[in-house]
């Protein structure tokens, strides 16, 4: 499977599914290698991602993340293995154990300790038996992984570790843990917008729900940020270093730091310049690779 060094991160779930559909088929036109989505409260991630590679022909199709808390392993690994056969191959899997706020007060279920979670959910993944023909290749799987036990469990047990709002120095931090091999599937968020007031503003709207979270909020400590930092939609100094903000030639700067760092691909996160949920077409056209 080759991701392509950029893809692109959006939330659908603003959009219709005719919208969905369309989106998919203009990211892939303009030569982005993967597009990935996450699971929140929409529209069920295997669902979703068996529309976008109907709706596409060449573009790897990425979860990011399946939710573990919402499937037993043995569902996960059916469907993986269905979309990766329908598909020939465009389908990865990023499952991912989303958030305490989530789980226990959404689902109520019970937010366990990650490691060994993860170890248990895996283990019945590679267990799970499977009677119909089997995809071209045995399809990949990434981890969301920020702290170091689980970006180790990424490299031993899975093609690697997809990050989320993180800065080039996490990125840093997570090919150290890795090692050499394993993927480093990388969300950045961009905006193209120079003004430094408004940029900030927008991006502090962007990053409000997940400054909110504790997980995000201990990668940051670890990294350097301090209290002061996450408080009141986030410091200057974190909001620069999470958002790429700018004109097009910034942002590709910013980019390039997190290859430079050791990312094999970057998934660009565009943020509606509205503050909305829509994903900016604008910086998609911008930054395009091409075919």
Not at 60 to 89: D, K, W
Not at 146 to 162: D, I, N, Y
Not at 209 to 222: C, S
Request: hydrophobic content about 45%; overall charge neutral.
């Amino acid at each position: 499977m080759d991701l392509g060094r950029i893809g692109v991160w959006a939330f659908l779930d603003a959009l219709r599914a005719d919208e969905t559909a369309a989106f998919a088929r203009r990211v892939e036109a303009l030569g982005y290698g993967t597009l990935w989505f996450p699971e929140i409260r929409g529209r069920n991630s295997f669902v979703q991602a068996g529309w976008l590679l109907t709706a596409t022909q060449r573009m790897i199709v990425a979860s990011g993340i399946a939710n573990i808390y919402l499937r037993e392993p043995f569902a996960v690994a059916t469907a993986q293995r269905t979309l990766a056969e329908q598909s020939r191959g465009r389908y990865l899997l990023g499952l991912g154990l989303s958030h305490k706020p989530m789980v226990e007060g959404v689902l109520a279920r019970d937010y366990a300790s990650p490691v060994a979670t993860v170890r248990a959910y895996l283990d019945g993944i590679e267990r799970a038996a499977y009677a119909s023909p089997e995809p071209p290749e045995k399809p990949p799987l990434v981890l969301a992984a920020l702290a170091s036990k689980l970006l180790a469990m990424a490299a031993q047990r899975t093609q690697g570790a997809h990050t989320f709002l993180v800065p080039p120095a996490h990125t840093a931090f997570a090919r150290r843990a890795l090692g050499e091999g394993p993927w480093l599937c990388v969300e950045q968020k961009v905006l193209l917008e120079s003004d430094p007031a408004r940029a900030r503003s927008i991006a502090r709207k962007g990053c409000a729900f997940y400054l909110g979270l504790a997980n995000y909020q201990a990668n940051l400590r670890r990294l350097g940020y301090e209290d002061a930092d996450l408080v009141d939609g986030g410091s200057d100094r974190l909001i620069d270093a999470l958002v790429a903000w700018g004109n097009e030639a910034e942002i590709a700067a910013r980019i390039q730091k997190h290859f430079d760092a050791g990312a094999s691909h970057v998934c660009i996160n565009p943020i509606d310049p509205t503050g909305g949920d829509r994903p900016d077409a604008r910086v998609l056209e911008a930054l395009a690779p091409g075919v």
